[in-house]
């Protein structure tokens, strides 16, 4: 289905926001959505990934701030804070298309993109947790 993916890098960008700082999530998602567009992107592609890179971290830093008032981090990171990052790049990457195509008849396709953000999301939500999970088992020495 176009423009559907699992979004496995927002997986990055939700560990950078829960173990790192939000700085350093900043960081990580610019260089990565730079290198990737320098590799096999376009300037649309690049402009694409950024918008909705950036408003999917701004998302899930906001959602990381509620977590323990609305609901625990297991919730946050599998449930909210992933569905709410899926669907944020949704919308960032649809208004990039509009500011590229010129044309506000890309939004009608935004209503089914937001739909498979959330089982989408879900999967990101997990596999972070996983991660996160089996991170704290490792030993890395101090």
Request: hydrophobic share 60%; proline share 2%.
């Amino acid at each position: 289905v176009p423009g559907v993916k699992l979004g496995l890098a927002n997986v990055v960008t939700l560990f950078a926001l829960t173990r790192l700082s939000a700085r350093d999530a900043f960081a990580i998602v610019v260089t990565r959505v730079a290198i990737s567009s320098l590799l096999m992107g376009s300037v649309s592609a690049f402009l694409f990934s950024l918008f909705g890179g950036l408003l999917s971290l701004i998302v899930m830093g906001i959602l990381l701030k509620a977590e323990g008032r609305f609901c625990s981090l297991f919730g946050v990171s599998v449930g909210t804070m992933a569905v709410g990052g899926a669907g944020a790049h949704n919308s960032g990457q649809m208004a990039a298309a509009v500011i590229w195509l010129k044309n506000w008849a890309v939004i009608a396709y935004l209503p089914f993109l937001l739909v498979m953000s959330v089982p989408l999301g879900l999967v990101t939500g997990l596999t972070c947790s996983v991660v996160l999970h089996h991170l704290k088992k490792i030993d890395f020495g101090a």
